[in-house]
């Protein structure tokens, strides 16, 4: 099952009849008939134990009454019972079977009640964490990551926290409260029930006022807690970069700035607690108060018996503990259907790039790709790509360098369908690719960027990344193939060894060996090179270069390229400017130019040769002391 399968209301329009119109599917889920079945048998139990609960007071009362010898008062059970079942010890014995009884019957309910919870959890928590991989790259680039985990997380919880209370402990009260009225309008009179229902509603009305109140202080806790857990996955993903300019002190304090605005809303919210509490209290004792009375007197007139005023006090008492809690469910069911809300909202979002309803799966035959008049901007006030035409033929390869902010990196954005051209079209094989599938489309083209991030696993699922059912030795040939094996195996693990958060315990040539090698093993027909070495010192470079060599052979490959020393061999190099390709041709032919591209490969030539200057200069150094220290020694 899956979003698409089944409609959902906006949250934000719905509110909360929108978010049980989009939860109960998942709690009456028609594909699962066990799960209905245990939704009635919970629901069985539910009412049956309630019945139980209501009765126990009244075993409370009989005792009394035989220990005070006022049981021939207390009705006509002779009738019904031998004598000698009503007895002080039996009546005892018999009302602790009943509270037994009583939460068995709960128990039952929650055990039961458990897996269907559980399963709405896991359906609606994959949908949500399904659908915002769907969602644009735009989406994802404007909401931090830490905000999103923290509403999925939240959402969950609001599922548990509306089955628990509403279903769990709501549901039940209002059964109780509706038995219990029965049983003290029989055995009592109408005034008891009257002082009861005023009781309960002066506290829920007062519960649900504070609580709501409460609501608005525990939203601004969550959206502090959101704030302060975002900044310290920020930070923490960006540790190298916090160590480099030694920011620990900046990062703790505005976590810290964070956290105090917490503390101050979570002061509010416990403090909110603690009056709601004390007003539910004094509602509960005037309560209290006046049934007690209204049953001394009765006592005192010879109209009851005192275990008659042990059952109503037993009654009340008992009704108290669901009530005390009306506040705190009530809270929580608000929370949770405000969270759920959230979650809604979150797969309300509609993705930017979809699929047409007749798209097709791509069969890439040759691999030739074709921009024509292609224009894009991410913001309609700043132009990205204007008006760009170029071909890229069959097992070519074509290159595409120019200054920063050219629009270099756009063009493997539009070529992965993270976003769609504004104008013009790009086709693969003469297809244009908004008309087929997206998965299709991205099956058929591997991608060696700049920045390789890697997964917190081991060396072997991160190669293996590139096709899931590959066997280990298809693994381990395209590790041999990215020149990577021997590294592999001269560690303790091997294969298994852990990379570490976005692979940070490899260097940064080893982390692209990786990326090579998990592209070769999904071994697509074309290849895009965004800036794959632009990263590395020189000597690095050299050796990724050679192993890109052997990735792009006989694929058509575009290489997104900064040092202009990697495009060389390329058929034909694209120089980008502002937007707009300014200069193409063959390396040789663009030297003759004595354009733009010339200007870059005189600079990049002179920085090589100044690098190259220096380490020679250094490695003379080197050889000079170790001489020296020879002939000392000597």
Known sequence: MNKTDRPFVDAGRGGMKGTLINLWPYMWPSDRPDLKRRVLYASIFMVVGKIVTVLIPY????????LTGDLDKSGTLSDWFPLMLLTPVMLVIAYNIGRVV????????????????????????????????SLSLRYHLQRRTGGLTRVVERGTKGIESIVRF???NGLPTVLEFAFMAIVIWYWFDWRYVAVISIMVWAYTWFSVRASDWRINIRRDMNNNDTEANSKAIDSLLNFETVKYFGNESLEANRFGDSMERYEKAA???????????????????????????????AVQAGEQTLGDFVMINALLMQLFVPLN??????????????????????????????????????????????????????????????????EVPAGKTVAIVGPSGAGKSTVSR???????????????????????????????????????VLFNETIAYNIRYGRPDATDEEVEQAAEMAQIGDFIRSLPQGFKTEVGERGLKLSGGEKQRVAIARTLLKAPPILILDEATSALDTQTEREIQAALDVVSKDRT???????????????????????????????????????????????????TEAEERLRAARENDELGILTRKKTTND
């Open 325 to 390: 809690f009306i506040g705190f469910i009530y809270r929580e069911i608000r929370q949770g259907f405000a969270d759920l809300e959230e979650m809604f909202s979150l797969l309300g979002v509609e993705q930017e790039i979809k699929d047409k309803p007749d798209a097709r799966n791509m069969q890439v035959r040759d691999g030739a790709i074709s921009f024509r008049d292609v224009s894009f901007h991410y913001d309609e006030d700043r132009k990205i790509l204007k008006d760009v035409s170029f």
């Open 59 to 66: 075993f409370y009362k009989l005792a009394t009454d035989a």
């Open 267 to 297: 002061t509010k919210v416990w403090t909110s607690l603690a009056w709601l509490n004390f007003g539910q209290a004094i509602i509960m004792g005037a309560g209290m108060v006046a049934c007690m009375l209204l049953s001394v007197y």
């Open 557 to 607: 490959t575009i290489v997104i390229a900064h040092r202009l020393s990697t495009v060389v061999s390329a058929d034909e190099i694209l120089v980008l400017q502002a937007g707009k390709i300014v200069e193409r041709g063959t390396h040789k032919s663009l030297l003759k130019q004595q354009g733009l591209y010339e200007q870059m490969w005189s600079r990049q030539r002179e920085a």
């Open 414 to 452: 539009l070529m992965f369908r993270f976003y769609d051209v504004v104008e013009g079209s790009i086709s693969i094989d003469g297809e244009d690719i908004r008309d087929v599938t997206q998965k299709s489309l991205r099956q058929n083209i591997g991608m060696v960027p700049q920045d390789t």
């Open 166 to 168: 509403s279903i769990l």
């Open 102 to 133: 009583s939460l068995g019957f709960n128990q039952l309910r929650d055990a039961l009640f458990a897996s269907v919870g559980q399963h709405a959890v896991r359906q609606l928590a994959t949908i949500v964490f399904g659908h915002l991989h």
